[in-house]
């Protein structure tokens, strides 16, 4: 696999043939609007909750996914877990979606992700979320 490549004010891609600056764009708006998921859509990690199931034995990974104009929940299937534990999947990174739906929970519209992988990250993003975390830790 070829080294990341810079490609736009601070964004590191890993696909260099198709980079990422070029893709992401809002489109939340639109899944939303039509329940259309384009498969290769990618989306910028702003969030991850791993959750206990009340009364089951099992647990939700919730993924809070930007286009740079929305925010939208993604609750990644069981067998994606391992991907996001493992630390491959972090805030300020980009994922690509491959097998993604909208569904709709007590009113609310939401994705089911089947597959998903890393495809680069937002230096700047990472560089607030990391400098903030050194602040707490100096001043407490």
Same mark, same amino acid.
């Given at each position: 696999?070829?080294?990341p /490549?810079k490609?736009?004010?601070?964004?590191?891609?890993?696909? +260099?043939? =198709?980079p990422? !600056?070029e893709?992401? &764009?809002? $489109?939340? *708006?639109?899944i939303?609007? =039509?329940?259309?998921?384009? !498969?290769?859509?990618?989306?910028?990690?702003?969030?991850?909750? =791993? @959750? +206990?199931? %009340?009364?089951?034995?099992?647990?939700? @990974?919730? $993924?809070?996914?930007?286009?740079? /104009? $929305? %925010?939208? !929940?993604?609750? %990644? &299937?069981?067998?994606?877990?391992?991907?996001?534990?493992?630390? /491959? @999947?972090f805030?300020?990174?980009?994922?690509?979606?491959?097998?993604? *739906? %909208?569904?709709?929970?007590?009113?609310?519209?939401?994705?089911? #992700?089947?597959d998903? +992988? #890393?495809?680069?990250?937002? *230096?700047?993003?990472?560089?607030?979320?990391?400098?903030?975390? +050194? *602040?707490? &830790?100096?001043?407490?």
């Open positions: 696999m070829p080294p /490549k490609v736009d004010k601070g964004i590191v891609s890993l696909d +260099r043939e =198709t990422i !600056q893709e992401v &764009k809002p $489109l939340i *708006e639109d939303l609007r =039509t329940k259309y998921c384009v !498969q290769g859509s990618v989306f910028l990690v702003e969030g991850i909750d =791993t @959750v +206990r199931v %009340v009364g089951g034995a099992g647990k939700m @990974v919730r $993924l809070l996914l930007g286009d740079g /104009k $929305l %925010v939208i !929940q993604g609750f %990644v &299937k069981g067998v994606m877990h391992w991907v996001v534990e493992g630390g /491959k @999947v805030e300020g990174g980009y994922v690509r979606l491959d097998k993604f *739906e %909208v569904v709709e929970i007590e009113g609310e519209r939401v994705l089911v #992700i089947g998903l +992988r #890393i495809v680069g990250w937002d *230096e700047g993003y990472l560089g607030v979320f990391f400098g903030e975390g +050194r *602040e707490e &830790k100096e001043g407490g």
